[in-house]
């Protein structure tokens, strides 16, 4: 299964998904590229985006994509505080559903 880092995610955090192939928006050549585009060009890759982007599922029709969304939810995008998120992504990953956003969040109100 081959994940991508949003661009604001730092990249030390693929370390936490050992089992995975990842790559981030930057490795791949495509920063600043703006959601919809890095969506298509991302479907065509990987099988699961991974974002801090609140946002993404509201400005996208997500449906018309063939990759699964994860939407991590911190205090901050810092990495200490996305780590402290990598378990139950990890363990999300093998099911999330494409085409479909899915939140993770630090707070169990987030979900």
Do not use: H
């Not at 920063?31 to 609140?54: C, H, S």
């Not at 018309?64 to 939407?71: M, N, P, T, W």
């Not at 939810?73 to 099911?95: F, G, H, M, Y």
């Amino acid at each position: 299964m081959k994940v991508l880092l949003d661009e604001c995610i730092d990249r030390k955090l693929a370390k936490e998904f050992p089992d995975y192939e990842v790559k981030t928006v930057p490795q791949m050549g495509w920063a600043g590229i703006k959601n919809g585009q890095l969506l298509t060009l991302a479907e065509a890759e990987f099988d699961v985006f991974i974002t801090v982007d609140r946002n993404l599922s509201f400005q996208q029709n997500l449906s018309q994509f063939k990759i699964a969304v994860i939407v991590l939810q911190a205090p901050s995008n810092r990495l200490t505080d996305l780590e402290l998120l990598a378990p139950e992504v990890a363990a999300i990953l093998a099911t999330a559903v494409k085409g479909q956003a899915t939140v993770v969040s630090t707070s169990k109100q987030g979900r």
